[in-house]
């Protein structure tokens, strides 16, 4: 029978008296300076494993293929989606590169996007995410507030971003994150409050270090209503931040703008001829501070875009060309029922010169169709009918006044 004495690591030959501690197996030993070399040796090749299986899940196509991709949900925005693109492309190319200590290290793009209510900026982070196979989350910015108020905290972001990718923080630390209604956290005065500005400034404020990229302690399930739980560190230098604003007004602060740098005798007509429809397409990070950005979040957001206003003839497309048209989708919801689904031509155009009418908007339309078909949708999955043909006259029968004037208020 072998001595205590005369024990030793099976791996290294340390004998016990060597050792702080000796763990005895079946018919071997291992001492604690091989347990904690193996760990370390454990630890990298799982850490690297993680890296490799996200680069593998990773889609990166070049800024084309990416607008390419984009062209098939999305009708127009032809100078967003290619800004998108180059963004997205270039952020992604960050996170593949190899490390390097001599290497130059490439900044994040964050992007900020103008627009109307209604112009697809939610669907263009939307269809991006669905394309990289990246977790997303959007997050609505005017529930937050600063820490210690009634609301949620900047934290609840990542919160939101950890559930889109199943509590893996590798995986979120890819992510997108699509922060809604930015505008509405714009600072209310031209000078700097003293005081304590809930949801305005102090909001703007605490998002910068989530924009810039720091390690963050994040509640799993939102810290109000579970203090207890344990936080988790989520690092957001690799965070793919998109921000969303409808900016209400601040075509006011362009077209001021413009209108000073068109004074003078040397102002030509026609090179200085301002397209007033569109006015967004004019913006800089200059009006954005005008109209209550902090300048430190507008450098943290450096590439700025807009959403052109949809007009009939984009609605009248947006209906029935992209791949997931809103035409389409009730084809297939009828065509579930054995019913084959058919819409005049002359039924699309007064569905769109309503929604033009009433400033629905792309979300209009999908209103004015649920408003034309719900009774169809109601009756025919208990009928023998096969067949279910959409005229301008059936449409106009049951787009009622009332029913026209409940869409318009509701929008």
Same mark, same amino acid.
């Not at 604690?32 to 889609?59: P, Y």
């Not at 569109?278 to 959403?307: H, T």
């Given at each position: 029978?072998?001595?205590?004495?005369? $024990?030793?690591?099976?791996?290294?030959?340390?004998?016990?008296?060597?050792?702080?501690?000796?763990?005895?197996?079946?018919?071997?030993?291992?001492?604690?300076?091989?347990?904690?070399?193996?760990?370390?040796?454990?630890?990298?090749?799982?850490?690297?494993?993680?890296?490799?299986?996200?680069?593998?899940?990773?889609?990166?196509?070049?800024?084309?293929?990416?607008?390419?991709?984009?062209?098939?949900?999305?009708?127009?925005?032809?100078?967003?989606?290619?800004?998108?693109?180059?963004?997205?492309?270039?952020?992604?190319?960050?996170?593949?590169?190899?490390?390097?200590?001599?290497?130059?290290?490439?900044?994040?793009?964050?992007?900020?996007?103008?627009?109307?209510?209604? +112009?697809?900026?939610?669907?263009?982070?939307?269809?991006?995410?669905?394309?990289? =196979?990246?977790?997303?989350?959007?997050?609505?910015?005017?529930?937050?507030?600063?820490?210690?108020?009634?609301?949620?905290?900047?934290?609840?972001?990542?919160?939101?971003?950890?559930?889109?990718?199943?509590?893996?923080?590798?995986?979120?630390?890819?992510?997108?994150?699509?922060?809604?209604?930015?505008?509405?956290?714009?600072?209310?005065?031209?000078?700097?409050?003293?005081?304590?500005?809930?949801?305005?400034?102090?909001?703007?404020?605490?998002? $910068?270090?989530?924009?810039?990229?720091?390690?963050?302690?994040?509640?799993?399930?939102?810290?109000?209503?579970?203090?207890?739980?344990?936080?988790?560190?989520?690092?957001?230098?690799?965070?793919?931040?998109?921000?969303?604003?409808?900016?209400?007004?601040?075509?006011?602060?362009?077209?001021?703008?413009?209108?000073?740098?068109?004074?003078?005798?040397?102002?030509?007509?026609?090179?200085?001829?301002?397209?007033?429809?569109?006015?967004?397409?004019?913006?800089?990070?200059?009006?954005?501070?005008?109209?209550?950005?902090?300048?430190?979040?507008?450098?943290?957001?450096?590439?700025?875009?807009?959403?052109?206003?949809?007009?009939?003839?984009?609605?009248?497309?947006?209906?029935?060309?992209?791949?997931?048209?809103?035409?389409?989708?009730?084809?297939?919801?009828?065509?579930?029922?054995?019913?084959?689904?058919?819409?005049?031509?002359?039924?699309?155009?007064?569905?769109?010169?309503?929604?033009?009418?009433?400033?629905?908007?792309?979300?209009?339309?999908?209103?004015?169709?649920?408003?034309?078909? +719900?009774?169809?949708?109601?009756?025919?999955?208990?009928?023998?009918?096969?067949?279910?043909?959409? +005229?301008?006259?059936?449409?106009?029968?049951?787009?009622? =006044?009332?029913?026209?004037?409940?869409?318009?208020?509701?929008?």
């Amino acid at each position: 029978m072998t001595k205590e004495k005369d $024990l030793e690591c099976s791996f290294c030959g340390r004998k016990k008296v060597e050792t702080d501690l000796l763990i005895a197996g079946i018919e071997a030993h291992i001492c604690d300076k091989c347990i904690e070399q193996a760990h370390g040796i454990v630890r990298e090749e799982i850490s690297e494993s993680k890296t490799n299986t996200l680069s593998s899940e990773l889609i990166l196509k070049k800024p084309k293929e990416i607008k390419a991709f984009l062209d098939q949900y999305i009708i127009g925005q032809d100078q967003t989606k290619k800004s998108m693109s180059v963004a997205v492309y270039n952020h992604y190319k960050r996170l593949l590169q190899t490390k390097d200590e001599n290497d130059v290290e490439i900044e994040k793009s964050n992007i900020i996007l103008v627009g109307e209510t209604g +112009t697809g900026k939610t669907l263009v982070a939307k269809t991006i995410a669905k394309m990289l =196979n990246v977790p997303f989350a959007i997050v609505d910015a005017t529930v937050l507030t600063q820490a210690g108020y009634v609301g949620e905290d900047v934290e609840s972001i990542l919160s939101r971003l950890l559930q889109a990718s199943d509590y893996d923080v590798a995986k979120a630390e890819r992510g997108i994150v699509f922060i809604d209604e930015i505008d509405k956290i714009a600072r209310k005065g031209d000078n700097p409050s003293i005081t304590r500005d809930v949801s305005g400034e102090g909001v703007q404020q605490a998002l $910068l270090k989530l924009l810039e990229g720091a390690q963050v302690n994040v509640a799993p399930k939102g810290g109000r209503k579970h203090p207890d739980q344990k936080f988790i560190e989520v690092d957001t230098k690799n965070i793919l931040f998109i921000a969303g604003g409808a900016f209400s007004g601040i075509q006011r602060t362009i077209s001021k703008r413009l209108n000073m740098q068109a004074v003078g005798f040397s102002a030509s007509i026609e090179e200085d001829k301002i397209d007033e429809d569109n006015l967004l397409q004019y913006i800089i990070p200059a009006d954005l501070k005008e109209f209550g950005l902090i300048p430190e979040i507008i450098g943290r957001l450096p590439v700025l875009s807009y959403m052109n206003p949809l007009d009939a003839i984009t609605l009248r497309s947006i209906l029935t060309e992209p791949k997931n048209s809103i035409i389409k989708q009730y084809t297939k919801l009828f065509g579930m029922d054995d019913v084959e689904f058919i819409i005049d031509n002359e039924a699309l155009d007064y569905i769109v010169e309503k929604a033009v009418e009433y400033k629905l908007g792309a979300r209009g339309l999908r209103s004015l169709c649920e408003a034309i078909l +719900t009774d169809a949708m109601f009756e025919l999955p208990s009928t023998e009918e096969r067949e279910f043909k959409v +005229t301008k006259e059936y449409a106009a029968a049951k787009l009622t =006044n009332s029913t026209l004037k409940k869409l318009r208020a509701a929008s």
